[in-house]
């Protein structure tokens, strides 16, 4: 008897192995600093999100505190039935002023936002169509919402308008198209052509959709992300972001029109669905998003630009776009990938492989992140490091 589950799950488990695919969970014991607890032992931590070092600060933790102690741990149920709380409707306000839109609605986490935006604007009768290195939580929702799939080379605009002149002739009220792109890429930590893409999807009477995960707290005059520095917020339909990278916390949004939030109210499944997200986190999120407008945000961007700049000086390789801060190291074959960063982590830094399916079969790389949080003198033991480990 080979079918039992276990066994069957042994074998496509053995198969990622010899692949090189398998993936393993490592315990880390401190917060998100460069200084961070791996598997018991110290190591110069590039691997996070936590871009301007705000997951730790102790104004955020102060925040989440007064919360809890005032609104308790659990939200109790969906926004819905009885869990829209204080923190969370102060959430979407502060999300909404950051963000320069009239409304902003918070879902549990980046993922569920995707699933349920675009699972609740187009259907089996629509059309999307998506960058070809958009997250996968974009690809999912795609997939999901049972829409016609299109995908278009990374960043090829010219790609995108033959495709788009495909579907021209078609009466636009039966057959709505939506453009789904993130800002700056999580993987390759460049950046999309988003006037191109404004101007292509005012043309061809589209909509279109920004995922500004990586690019929100790190761009733009308050920060607000690429969109806002493009000065493109009123020509976007729909902007997304991430609660869980710069801003520290967790969780994700929609920041859009009134109408557009009222809409995902009433028909987004995974906002619907889902117990709204703890108080504390959504008073630690509004919290980091003060921060980033203000003062500190404007110092700590300032310090993470400071390290790329010495990364890129040291190393001699510009960065993917200006003053981004996700470096992807490429090497191709996963196997590379892994001993580098088994020789890295020799060396006492921890920068992850990437592999496949977060990028494509023989693209795997290190994806080195910076944070304002890192000192110079631990951004030129990077450097050094990765000369003697690449
Ligand atoms: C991280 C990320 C998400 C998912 O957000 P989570 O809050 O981690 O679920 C979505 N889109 C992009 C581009 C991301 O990088």
Redesign the pocket.
Known sequence: MTNSMNQVLAGRLDQLRSQNLLRVLRQVDSPQIPRALLEGAPVLNFSSNDYLGLASHPELIEASAQAMARFGFGSGASRLISGSLGPHQELEKSIARFKRTEAALVFS???AT?LGAITSLVTRNDIIIIDRLA?A??VDAARLSGAVLRVFPHNDCDALEKILARYESRDRDQQKILIVT?SLF?MDGDIAPLKELVELKERFGAWLMV?E??ATGLFGETRGGLVQQFGLTGAIEVQMG?L??AVGG???FIAGSEILIQYLVNRARSFIFSTAMPPANSAAAAKGLDLIAGPVGQARLERLRRNIALFSDLTGRPPAAQHSPIFPWMLGAEEKALDTAARLRELGIFVPAIRYPSVGLGEARLRITFSAAHSLEEVERLANAIKKAG
């Open positions: 986490s980046g993922y995707a997250h939580s974009i993130e999580s995922d995960a990586h991430t869980g990278k967790a969780g994700g």
